[in-house]
């Protein structure tokens, strides 16, 4: 690939040194053509200045250009625009601005916006963080997005919000005046303005238009023409980033990365050059570029172009940036710029600059795109006056523009449509572009003209879209919420033109709907199943983005009677028309039942063409119901046209919809597939429901109330296919049917029909409808929902439908009719029903799926057993129906319904074979309830005046009429009372008998004039109600004296069976007081003797024998040394979480030496176990087979698992935990007598070093006789079988594996260090963990990890027995010679370097190596406590040295609350004080110094005695497991005063001084030689990593309270590697706080050889592979354990209802839930996060699906 070289470098060329702006400027001025002499200055210095080649230069060539620009571009035009120094004259502009209200900040990607629930006039306005936290609008209910950038703050908008429009900081000055903000300027600057504005503009818009690639426009053309071209590539949504890397290394020749960075800058700013050179050499590249990626679909666009033009057209984008920024000074030069913009040329319409920048927006690449729309943002849009000409030119091109943008292939966010929504969404605005540009008809006619697809009706037909077809149909719906913004605010007053133009676009919007109406339609499959499922989405998913709109013209109809009543007209004009167009095959028929007879035709749903997409007939209902809600059909009945309605039609196409949906219920549909079934689903569903089957119910009631209600139900009957059933004479002993299907069907169309009628006269909760608020709308969905069950906030919305400002009205009643209960540290908080709204509880609510009114039955009737109730559950009393609907009520009395219900009655009553159902019967007691109800209700509002017609009652006590004239409904009611097989409808029966009595009596009392009269009535409903209660009462009776009969029987039984087992019972009692004696001696003699755990004076006991079972065999067995080995699963993993030093650079695995584990524990191995105990062979034969299996998963999917075999992970058989290795279980160690003798230090340290100088000359020895051939491994008397041998060595290679990242190796003398590492840093872990958890050292642990500890610190004990002896003995000698330092060994550690707990884990465990050599009969447990004593000193000697350096004045003890305590608690007096300071001063001496002063020696106590704590508590847990020795009490408790009990088990004085005081001739040397290694000084002195004590526990970072505060950090954050660019993704680290650039190409790095993301790529420098993240636009957290494995977590960031919103999709104010966020952490620290990873992999397989390794 060609180098990228230009001629000149810009700086150093003597011409551009020489050059002056102000000069420049100067000559300007004096020209006649300035235009022209500008047009050379640009010609002669843009090419040089900006002509760069392929490569673009690194940053530093970037910045000098961009210095050339300023200085030789850009400066002369500042000193011309302002006539003198630039930053004098834009000081000058700023001071005499008079800036707008507006505050207009454009938001960035990922920035947050705010939106007020209640004061926004519509969910796009929004404002600005800095906005929001100074204005009003934080105290009310408000919504929190992140942008996708590109628009901007609405603040100081009076339009956009009812009420606060100003913050704090945009609140208009009295200053601010309508004045013309030029006349504030200068004249001569106004009209310099004018000019080099004109001039600029034209310049950019000439070259960003610009479609010849080889010239230049007239005047910028240049004398010396060089051959050099570029190789543009352009962007496009078409081609994945794979193809586009691939293609340009094959094209440019360039290296991956390259290739990488060439796709991310083309993706970013829409072209790039790929190559730099002369003609022939570009053209080359393009033609490869063009072959490669034509061959799926069009091939990438490649333009060769000259340098030159390329280089104008960067300088284009440079002075639009630069307009943008000097018109931020002054609305003076904005209002300037404006003009120049919108003035048209001579050329005529459409010919301003910025007119034809709009046109040519899909020609232009996507960073000028960007550069232009944020120019015309900051200057016509910030300008109330200009604004409105920007927006009528906008609306005069509208047709164009969205035709562009359908063929364009670049998302909306970077079209100039975008700007839509700044333009439409102004109300008044939007009405002006109305009434002047007719802007709805635009719209519409757009939009249907871009669906051409139609059948021979003129209907929409979708056929099944190619990819390209349904990107086009996408882009033709931003089309529909243009039409949104311009409805979204109905107006208030309308004027004669408006009221005009929005009738003629409800004409075009009426013909968009006839096109819909009758689309999709189906037609019944018999016989053979469909054979491909027909397209049905696109039809629903237009349905869904019209529904707001639809819902907002009815709307702005209502807002004016006459607009309404025109509405209305052109509706059923439309509606007539579409009935017009129905086939004409229909023969008319006569229908006859019960005396009444009804003309109507032949149409069988299950037979002919049926479509559920009916939007006219919908609207009409609409607005019907809006007549009635504005009593307009009561006042001016003569403007409408109710005389052309005929009812029959009106309810003819919604109940052949309806009973679609019974028959596919029914299952006589199931040959025609999913699609239908899915249609059903849309149709019911809250998305579409409000504008489909709500209106089908409304229509249908609509019909009803203008006909004769058996009319009405005889052509239900019809359309149900029922109308035979119930018209034969022996209707009562039913249709008699063989099939057995057909009968099963006929009953679900039944219920179905029932369930219909019930919803047709019962729903009335529609404003229009019934007598209700649309509040009460709301109330009762949110009561039917949580009649269900209890539900969360967000489940709740999600059942309520939206309207256009996404609101559903739940906040403003929920707290009337739930309480809220908070969540736990898990789950959410959910709403629960106030008991006294559960009487409002409808079963045959209409918005229930037939599961959820199952559920909801359940549910009131536990209710309702549990308050001791009855279980009927009657309906509601309904509100009182509009009186444009009020005949809907006798329906429920019509001759037709009786002739059913007593039908369904009668079947009940001789219950023979399948017939009828329970159901059917519940609907028909559910209908005569109803009617009661309503009888009832009228009577008591009946004030006297005149008789009520409603008169159920008595036709229900009436025998049946012709065809079927057997006995009154009341009758059968009464017989089926007291039927067995319908005992789960007595009670709703009784209380039907019982409200039939009250209304009688009622009856009685209005007809009767005397008062008392009303005695026989309440009489007779408290007989009856005594009666129900005495019936009760004797049921409760019954079943008491059953229960204790029952109780009697098995005591009996019980004592028969003691009696006859008395033996066995007697002697199991003897062993059990046997042994609580024996326990109880056992404990006394405990705590008698002090219990010690290490040294001479160990409490010592019985050997214990230990009996386990293993989960795979269950087989029992002891675990013994020479036994089968036994062993636990376990997980080892590297981890970070002590780490004191995150940026410690990892070690080489091949030198790293782990014997001297560093204070800053930077790396550690940390063993974790499940508990599960297996026999080694089982568990061998488990992970064989495992392997096996994994093989041929991988032959087979080739995907990851959520664990890796290769390294040796397997799920524990029984729990599916994640483990990677097992620990050998091995035996107690045993206790020897006290019989040895117990030498002082002194003696012990004198033979100690004897031995080492025996065994330093035997390995001399050694070494030559190897050198001499003779093979010589000498391997210690191993006291193991070879089974438990060969466990101890799987353990060791697997520690060492995971601890060094190296293959296994059992002769690397590493191999029993390591297995040491993770015993001392495990315990250490989980020390820390107790203390901060403020839990007791003992006792407090789960099982798994007691037994874990146990079998780690007991294998480690014996893990050097498998290991060669004099790798074992030269180690103890390293670290001995740290304790005591022998000047013969070289490059000793300080020490400062050392972790004394490991170094106290690694001496005492190596020791027995040494001590075969003891010839006295001198104890191990001597040689464990002289270590114990020695190192203990070197630790206080190492916390003297650190923490007195800098913080003996104020030492940090906040870290742990209890070691204040424990300081506090001990009066220690003087004689610690004392000693502490004696021995402070000492090392003062030994360190010349360097050490400050200290006055008090208290001071220096408290600071050792707190730093030492860690170390004692690790050190007793320590030799607890070693030695098996149980704990003091006083450590099985939390709390203070446990210093004496801690100091006592660990054989230590509670003052630590006296170990140095009483040896203090022997150590003093010791301590001088420690103090004299010259690495202490440099360490004190700065010169290396100083960690003091104690170390402070490692936390997650923290977190601001309010989620926007992360996200507005994030926003600010660019990606490091893209030039500034806003990383689409930031993620960050909850270990660190770093933010990263994730999921991206840009950041990806190379880790192993294999290309990773950046949290990937992170987690391996911070966390030893496993990480933890907060994706923060997502609120998500992401566990990440190594390349392939992650999952999801619940974020702890919670809304105001107890909910995490991950991806922010509900957009409430989230908040910081501490306890959740402490659960992480905990996690963290317990190093459980790869186990949560294992087990959520396994319970969701999606989750490894997911390549981890790119995030």
């Known amino acids: 690939m060609a180098a990228a070289q230009t001629d000149r470098d810009p700086p150093t060329d003597p011409e551009f040194v020489h050059f002056s702006a102000k000069d420049t400027s100067s000559s300007w001025l004096a020209v006649a053509d300035l235009q022209q002499e500008v047009y050379r200055h640009l010609a002669t210095y843009v090419p040089r200045i900006l002509c760069r080649g392929a490569s673009g230069g690194n940053s530093r060539e970037e910045q000098r250009e961009e210095l050339a620009c300023q200085l030789l571009l850009l400066a002369p035009l500042e000193w011309f625009l302002l006539g003198e120094e630039p930053a004098a004259g834009i000081a000058w502009l700023q001071q005499n ?57 609405d603040c100081g908008d009076d339009e956009a919000w009812k009420m606060s429009p100003y913050c704090n900081k945009h609140t208009p000055s009295e200053r601010h005046t309508e004045e013309d903000p030029v006349a504030q300027l200068p004249v001569d600057m106004v009209a310099r303005g004018y000019s080099i504005f004109s001039i600029i503009l034209k310049y950019a818009v000439d070259l960003l238009t610009w479609d010849q690639e080889d010239e230049l426009p007239t005047g910028l053309e240049t004398p010396e023409r060089s051959d050099s071209y570029l190789c543009m590539l352009f962007n496009d949504e078409v081609h994945t980033y794979e193809q586009v890397i691939y293609t340009l290394q094959k094209a440019v020749n360039c290296s991956q990365k390259e290739a990488l960075s060439f796709a991310t800058t083309v993706d970013r700013d829409g072209r790039k050059s790929v190559r730099y050179g002369d003609l022939q050499f570009c053209e080359q590249a393009k033609s490869v570029i063009v072959r490669n990626t034509s061959r799926q679909s069009k091939p990438l666009r490649v333009q060769v172009m000259h340098s030159s033009v390329v280089a104008h057209q960067c300088f284009a984008l440079k002075a639009l940036g630069w307009l943008g ?68 030119q906008f609306a005069k091109n509208y047709r164009r523009l969205q035709t562009d943008f359908m063929e364009d292939d670049h998302e909306r966010l970077v079209s100039v449509t975008s700007l839509s929504v700044q333009l439409f969404t102004v109300p008044t605005m939007a009405r002006m572009l109305m009434m002047e540009q007719n802007l709805m008809t635009t719209i ?106 639809i819902t907002m013209i009815q709307e702005w109809c209502c807002s004016d009677e006459h607009v309404l009543v025109e509405a209305y007209r052109k509706c059923v004009s439309a509606l007539t028309q579409s009935h017009n167009s129905l086939p004409d095959s229909e023969q008319p028929i006569s229908l006859s039942l019960c005396g009444h007879s009804v003309e109507t035709f032949r149409y069988q749903v299950s037979q002919d063409k049926v479509s559920i997409h009916l939007p006219v007939c919908r609207l009409l209902a609409g607005l019907h119901v809006l007549l009635s809600r504005t009593e307009v059909a009561s006042r001016v009945p003569e403007q409408l046209p109710l005389g052309e309605l005929s009812p029959p039609l009106l309810i003819e196409l919604p109940l052949r919809c309806l009973v679609l949906c019974a028959q596919v219920h029914a299952g006589m549909w ?44 005889m052509i239900v009957l019809s359309r149900f296919e029922l109308f035979h059933i119930f018209s034969s004479t022996d209707v009562r002993k039913r249709y008699r049917e063989a099939n057995k299907d057909v009968v099963q069907q006929n009953n679900t169309l039944i219920e179905e029909m029932l369930h219909l009628i019930i919803m047709v006269v019962g729903e009335r909760y529609v404003a229009g409808v019934g007598q209700v608020e649309p509040l009460d709308e709301v109330r009762r969905e949110i009561i039917h929902q949580l009649s269900i069950r209890a539900m969360s906030h967000s489940e709740l919305v999600k059942a309520l439908p939206e309207n ?44 229930y799926s037939r599961a959820d009114q199952s559920k909801a039955e359940e549910a009131q009737r536990k209710l309702r057993r549990q308050k001791g109730e009855d279980t009927a559950l009657p309906p509601p009393l309904p509100p009182p129906l509009c009186p444009l609907f009020a005949s ?151 079943a008491r004296l059953r229960r204790e009969k029952i109780m009697a029987q098995m005591s009996e039984m019980q004592k028969h069976f003691i009696n006859e087992n008395k033996e066995l019972f007697q002697q199991s009692l003897e062993e059990l007081e046997a042994s609580t004696v024996s326990a109880a001696d056992s404990s006394l003699e405990h705590t008698c003797v002090s219990q010690v755990c290490v040294g001479p004076r160990r409490a010592g006991g019985a050997e214990q024998r230990q009996l386990v079972t293993c989960i795979l065999c269950q087989e029992e067995q002891e675990v013994r040394g020479h036994g089968r080995a036994m062993v636990l699963a376990a997980f080892i993993q590297r981890s970070t979480v002590l780490s004191k030093n995150r940026r410690r650079i990892l070690p080489d695995p091949e030198r790293h030496d782990p014997l001297f584990m560093h204070p800053d524990l930077s790396l550690g191995i940390h063993t974790a176990s499940c508990g599960h105990i297996m026999h080694a062979t089982c568990w061998q034969r488990y992970f064989e087979a495992v392997q096996v299996k994994e093989q041929r998963r991988q032959q087979r999917l080739r995907g990851h698992t959520s664990y890796d075999v290769e390294n040796g992970e397997f799920l524990c058989p029984l729990c599916e935990c994640l483990s990677n290795t097992v620990i050998p279980l091995l035996p107690h160690t045993h206790i020897p007598g006290h019989s040895g003798n117990h030498p002082s230090l002194e003696v012990w340290l004198n033979t100690t070093i004897q031995h080492i100088a025996v065994l330093h000359s035997a390995h001399r020895k050694q070494s030559e006789a190897v050198a001499e051939g003779a093979e010589s491994v000498t391997l210690c008397q191993n006291p193991f079988s070879s089974s438990v041998r060969e466990m101890i060595t799987t353990f060791s290679t697997s520690a060492y594996k995971v601890g060094l990242k190296l293959n296994p190796n059992e002769q690397d003398p590493r191999v029993p260090v390591l297995s040491w590492s993770t015993c ?135 870290v742990c609350p209890s070691v204040e305590e424990v300081c506090m608690d001990q009066d220690s007096g003087s004689e610690e004080e004392e000693l502490i300071y004696e021995l402070y001063n000492t090392l003062r001496k030994h360190l010349d110094s360097v050490l400050p002063v200290v006055s008090s020696g208290w001071q220096l106590w408290r600071c050792v005695k707190a730093g030492i704590l860690p170390f004692l ?18 450590l099985l408790v939390a709390g203070p005063c446990q210093w004496e009990a801690l100091c006592s088990f660990l054989s230590l004085p509670s003052n630590l001084l006296q170990l140095h005081q009483s040896q203090h001739t022997l150590l003093e040397p010791l301590i001088y030689r420690w103090c004299c290694h010259p690495g202490v000084k440099q360490v004190l002195q700065g010169g290396g990593v100083l960690v003091r004590f104690p170390r402070e526990s490692n936390k997650l970072i923290e977190l601001p309270e309010d989620y926007s505060v992360l996200i507005n950090q994030a926003s600010s954050f660019t990606c490091p590697r893209s030039g500034g660019d806003k990383s689409r993704a930031p993620t960050l680290c909850l270990v660190c706080g770093a933010i990263l650039c994730s999921q991206s190409y840009c950041c990806q790095t190379e880790v192993d050889g294999e290309d990773v993301g950046a949290c990937t790529a992170h987690t391996f420098t911070c966390g030893t592979g496993l990480g933890l993240f907060l994706r923060v636009r997502e609120s998500q957290v992401l566990f990440v354990a190594g390349k392939t494995k992650g999952c999801f977590y619940p974020p702890p960031y919670l809304d105001d209802y107890g909910e995490t919103d991950q991806g922010l999709k509900r957009g409430n104010p989230l908040h910081l839930c501490a306890e959740r966020y402490r659960k992480i952490e905990r996690l963290w620290r317990q190093h459980g996060v790869a186990e949560v990873i294992g087990h959520a992999q396994e319970a969701n397989q999606t989750l490894v699906t997911i390549d981890w390794q790119h995030l």
């Open 670 to 713: 199931r040959r025609n597939g999913f699609s239908l079934i899915n249609q059903i689903y849309y149709y019911h569903n809250v998305k579409c429901r409000v504008e489909m089957f709500d209106k089908d119910i409304i229509m249908l009631q609509t019909g009803a109330s203008m006909m004769d209600p058996n009319h009405f139900l």
């Open 1513 to 1530: 508590r690790a050190a007793a847990l320590f030799f607890h497991y070693l030695n098996s020795t149980a704990p003091p009490a006083d």
């Open 804 to 847: 256009g400002n996404k609101e559903t009205g739940l906040e403003r009643v929920i707290d009337s009719v739930a309480s809220f209960k908070k969540p736990g540290v898990t789950g959410r908080g959910l709403y629960e029903l106030c008991p006294e709204w559960s009487r409002k509880f409808n079963l045959y609510f209409h918005h």
């Open 1320 to 1454: 001392a840093y495990t315990i250490q872990s989980i020390e820390r963990l107790l203390m901060d958890e403020e839990k007791p050292l003992f006792g407090s642990l789960p099982c798994r990890q007691d037994d874990c500890l146990s079998a780690l610190t007991r294998f480690s004990s014996a893990c050097w027995t498998t290991a060669p002896l004099k790798t074992v003995q030269t180690h103890f000698i390293r670290l001995f010679t740290v304790l005591v330092p022998d000047s013969q060994v070289e490059n000793s550690l300080c020490i400062l370097d050392i972790d004394m707990f490991h170094l106290l884990v690694y001496s005492v465990l190596a020791y027995s190596s040494v001590h075969r050599l003891d010839q006295s009969s001198a104890s191990v447990d001597s040689a464990h406590l002289h270590l114990l004593h020695l190192v203990t000193v070197t630790h206080l000697v190492q916390i003297l040295l650190t923490n007195c350096t800098g913080c003996l004045s104020v030492p940090d003890l906040s």
């Open 888 to 1038: 809907l009520v006798n329906i429920l009395q019509c001759d037709i319904l009786l002739a059913v219900e007593g039908a369904v009655l009668q079947w009940a009553v001789e219950p023979s074979g399948g017939g009828w159902t329970e159901s059917m019967l519940q609907r028909v007691l559910h209908l005569v309830a109803m009617a009661l109800l309503e009888e009832q209700q009228q009577l008591e509002n009946n004030k006297g005046d005149d008789d009520v017609t409603f008169n159920y009652t008595c036709k229900i006590s009436r025998p049946g009429e012709a065809p079927s004239p057997t006995g009154s409904v009341l009758a059968l009611l009464e017989t089926l009372q007291n039927a067995p097989h319908l005992e789960v409808h007595k009670d709703m029966i009784t209380w039907i008998v019982k409200t039939v009595s009250n209304i009688k009596t009622m009856r009685e009392r209005t007809v009767s004039t005397s008062t008392v009269s009303t005695c026989p009535g309440h009489r007779a409903e408290e007989t009856l109600r005594d009666r129900d209660k005495a019936e009760r009462k004797r049921k409760a009776e019954m």
């Open 325 to 392: 920024q000097i018109i931020q000074y002054s609305d003076g030069l904005r209002r300037i710029l404006c003009q120049v913009g919108l003035q048209n040329s001579p050329e005529g319409e459409n010919s301003s600059l910025v007119d034809r920048l709009m046109l040519n927006d899909s020609k232009m690449w996507k960073g000028a795109r960007n550069i232009y729309h944020q120019l015309l943002m900051n200057s016509l849009l910030m300008d109330l006056k200009y604004k409105k000409m920007f927006a009528i």
């Open 444 to 549: 519409v006619r757009t939009f249907v003209d871009h669906l051409r697809h139609r059948d021979l009706q003129g209907r929409f037909q979708f056929d099944r879209y190619t990819a390209q077809q349904a990107l086009k149909f996408g882009r033709v719906q931003s089309l529909i919420g243009d039409l949104k913004y311009v409805l979204i605010t109905p107006p208030s007053d309308w004027s004669p033109q408006l009221r005009q133009k929005f009738l003629e676009g409800l004409d075009s919007f009426l013909d968009l709907l006839k096109c819909m109406q009758g689309m999709d339609p189906v037609v019944r499959q018999v016989g053979q199943h469909i054979e491909m499922e027909p397209e049905w989405e696109t039809a629903f998913t237009l349905q869904m983005k019209l529904t707001h709109v």
């Open 97 to 153: 601005n008079h800036p707008s209200p507006l505050c207009g900040h454009v938001f960035k990607v990922g920035e947050p916006t705010y939106s007020c629930r209640e004061c926004a006039a519509d969910p796009t306005c929004v404002l600005c963080m800095q906005c929001f936290l100074g204005s009003v609008h934080k105290e009310h209910r408000y919504r929190m997005t992140t942008s996708g950038g590109g628009g901007f703050c």
